[in-house]
Structures are given as C-alpha cells and as structure tokens.
C-alpha cells in the first residue's frame, strides 16, 4: 500500500485505519520510501517507480516506463485480459482512462464499470487506435486524446447523497442520488429493523 509520510490530515488517518494508506511518520528520513506492506512491515521504491503493472504495461508496449508517463501519465492498473488476447489497463478513481494493449497496437477507450460483476464496459464512441510510434514520435497527440477521454468521463460523475464520495453514472439506482453500495446497505439496515 502507498506510505505516506508528514504530518497526516483526518481524512489519511481515516484512509490508514481503512487499510487503504499507511502513514510513515511526521519526519521525512533520508530515504522516504513509497510502498508498505501491511504482512510484513517492509518498505520500499521511490514515488517514481512503477508499479507491476505499470510496468508490465510499458513492457507490452515496447517502450520504456518514462515514454509511458510522458504521454498516458502514471497510475496504471490491470483490469482484465478480453476474450481476443487484448490486455486493458486502466487509470483514475474512479476509471477515467482504459488502455487496451494487442501487440504493437493499443486503443484508449473510456471505460465504464459494472456494478452487480465489478467488471468493465468500454464505450466504443471514446476509442481511438494508437500504435507504439505514437507513442514515441507523437507522445503530445495521445496525450491530447487521453485527456479528452478522461475529461469526458469525469464531466459524467455524480455525487452520492449517502457517503458524499463520487461515482460513476452507471453505479448509481434509477434517478436515485443515492449509488449502489449505498442502496444495498440502507436495504440491509432496513431489513434489520
């Protein structure tokens, strides 16, 4: 998990006993590690290093971890591997941008996440090919096109009413202010009673 160091607000101690950070301490030493993990107590990397699967992004696509920061930027996580051998990768809390990786070709597409599979959805009117010289020659035009993708999606998000947290459109019930997980957990507490 990410480690954070300095003097932590309320919302990473809060973030910390979720399990989601974990706070290294208000004095920054020498060397500021990035990562810990929760089994062990090991710390480790530099905030520049990618992760996995960023790195295993950056190998699919031929190109060195630096070329993919320049022009797609950082925070990269593996989604799935589709039924045509596609590997996807996606970016943003929630997803904004999907990268879909097939040999020497990758698409940028807008993803959209299923609720009830937690799986993902792309939206095929936001999908625009790219090959790996794109990326090396042209880094500025994928750029430009992941941000518009990205853009888009978070003009589409929508606050819950219940846990004040942002979700995508498709998480949320009917015309409802209120997203799924929210929802279910009303219904539970309203089966209790």
Not at 3 to 29: D, H, K, Y
Not at 126 to 155: C, M, N, P, T
């Amino acid at each position: 998990m990410p480690l954070i160091w300095g003097l932590p607000s309320p919302e990473l101690m809060s973030e910390e006993e979720r399990g989601l950070v974990a706070l290294g301490g208000c004095m920054v030493p020498g060397e500021d590690f990035a990562l810990h993990c929760r089994g062990c107590g090991l710390e480790w990397g530099r905030h520049g290093d990618p992760t996995a699967d960023e790195q295993e992004l950056a190998d699919l696509l031929g190109v060195r971890y630096a070329e993919v920061v320049r022009a797609l930027g950082t925070g990269w996580r593996r989604e799935f591997e589709d039924r045509d051998g596609v590997r996807w990768f996606v970016s943003g809390e929630p997803a904004q941008v999907a990268v879909g990786v097939h040999g020497p070709r990758f698409v940028l597409a807008r993803p959209l996440t299923r609720w009830d599979e937690g799986g993902l959805d792309l939206q095929p009117a936001d999908r625009r090919e790219f090959g790996r010289d794109d990326l090396l020659h042209f880094s500025e035009v994928v750029a430009e096109e992941a941000d518009a993708i990205a853009s888009r999606r978070r003009r589409s998000f929508r606050w819950c009413r219940m846990c004040r947290r942002v979700h995508p459109p498709e998480w949320f019930v009917g015309t409802e202010r209120v997203c799924q997980e929210c929802e279910s957990a009303l219904a539970t507490l309203e089966a209790d009673l």
